[in-house]
């Protein structure tokens, strides 16, 4: 039982254990007077209502709760297989991974291979690709997509995941020794949804190329998808709409705040230092900043008074801490704007807290020995899901171009 299921369930037997004793008193009137007083009638009630409330979020997070779990079982198999390390349990890797090969370069594999893979469930057939070839493919992506590398990643086998979203906060007043204490409301939660988005890639190899036994075809493909996919996605994560792909951190869906350069044409020391001020001290210890390479070399011209670079130690190593700006680590995506008249050019915050991705297990792999033929290719087309939206805007700022 989680953390947060034990604190929902300590206050709804506080909050029952009230009810009780609030409700005997009022049966008591009942019985005495006829009638009980207004007011602890409307205290019964709204106690009542709450115990309903509490209990309708305490189902939600064990419904949320029980998917988890059935979703990390069926991951466990994958985790596993990443992680396991060279101790000679390898052998029905060995046999996937050959029973793959086999069937990409030649279209066909016998019944004990077929075994060993497991068709994709699409109207296109082929099948799905080995644990350990998915978990080579995604480190490559990795690699390439610079968001990854400062976003949370989750991995799942649905469609998608839920996660508990507060959707309002009540304020503490200050109430003299026997003053009326009101109630204080506006705290609420949620579930926020990030659906999987479909993704593809096209690489066609030569037929005579496959025929050459020496050619690591394997690792041609998962070279070639991951950089098609890291590069779809990199733009996504930056820019998307959240229809039909993932949500941007700078699209106006996301409901991140910007803060204004102090120019209208340019960028400003001055900006820059009221932007990392912009975002709450909780989300400055992991902050960091997200730039394309013309920005980056826009922060670097940066002036004082006296003509001085401002941050010219921001290429450089120094006793082996990461080059930086205002302290603070940056991050190199080139699907971030360039700097222009009402331009958001510069992200900074706290981006593990900010921006959740989403990676769906299986990735699915068709070969396609027709369309090409002509021009003497095998077209390889591979599919996979994933999804990414803003889960807490507040963490990270825009920087936006404007006086």
Known sequence: MSDEIKSVIDNLNSTFEDFKSENSKRLDEIEKKGSADPLLEEKVDKMADDISKMAETKQAIEIQEKNLAEAQAKLDNLETVIARPNTGETKDVDI????FGDWLRKGEVDEMEKKALYESDDTLGGFYAPAEYVADLIKGVTEISPIRSIARVRTTSNRGIEIPKRTGQFSASFVA????????????????????????????????????SAFDLESEMSEEF????????????????????????????????STNSGSGTALTANGLVDLTMAIKSDYMANASFVMNRATFADVLK?????????????????????????????????????VAGSAKPIAYGDFSRAYTIVDRVNLSVMRDPYSQATSGNIRYVARRRVGGAVVLAEAIRLQNISA
């Not at 008074?305 to 995506?333: C, H, R």
């Open 96 to 99: 996937q991974m050959k029973a």
């Open 302 to 338: 940066l002036e004082d008074t006296e003509g001085q670079k401002i941050f010219v130690n921001a290429m450089s190593y120094v006793g082996g801490t990461p080059a930086t700006i205002l302290g603070k680590p940056y991050i190199l995506a080139e699907d971030m704007p360039d």
């Open 177 to 212: 020794e026997t003053g009326t204490r009101s109630e204080t409301t506006g705290y609420t939660t949620g579930l926020m949804q990030i659906d999987a988005h479909e993704l593809y890639a096209l690489v066609d190899i030569s037929q005579a190329m496959l025929e050459d």
């Open 226 to 257: 991951g950089t098609q996919f890291a590069k779809a996605e990199g733009t996504a994560f930056v820019s998307g709409n959240g229809v039909g792909r993932p949500q941007g951190f700078t699209d106006s869906s996301a409901g991140v705040s």
